[in-house]
C-alpha cells in the first residue's frame, strides 16, 4: 500500500494539552454515562408496565372465563325452569 506524498498530515486546528483533552473526555464519558442511566431507567419502567399490563390480562382472561362458564350454567337454570312452567295440553 502506497502512502500519499503529496497530502499533508493534518495537524489539529487548535492545539490542546493532554490534560485538557483528558478532561473533555471525562466530561463526555459522563455525560454519556447519565443518558444511559436515564434510558436506562426508562427501558425498566416499561418493562414494569409491560409485567403489570400481561398480568391485568392474564386476570381479565380468567375472569372471562369465569364469566362464560357462570352464563352457561344460568342459561341452563333458565331453560330447565322455562321447561317446567310451559304447560301442556293436558294442564288446560
Known amino acids: 500500500m502506497k502512502l ?3 497530502k499533508p498530515f493534518i495537524e489539529n486546528p487548535e492545539p490542546r494539552s493532554i490534560s485538557e483533552v483528558l478532561k473533555d473526555i471525562h466530561e463526555l464519558v459522563d455525560v454519556l454515562r447519565d443518558k444511559l442511566k436515564h434510558k436506562n431507567n426508562v427501558v425498566m419502567d416499561l418493562r414494569k408496565e409491560i409485567d403489570r399490563l400481561s398480568e391485568e390480562r392474564d386476570n381479565l382472561l380468567i375472569v372471562n372465563k369465569s364469566h362464560k362458564e357462570l352464563n352457561g ?5 333458565i331453560n330447565n325452569f322455562s321447561r317446567g312452567v310451559d304447560r301442556s295440553i293436558d294442564d288446560l
Open 73 to 77: 350454567k344460568l342459561q341452563e337454570t
Open 4 to 6: 500519499r506524498k503529496d
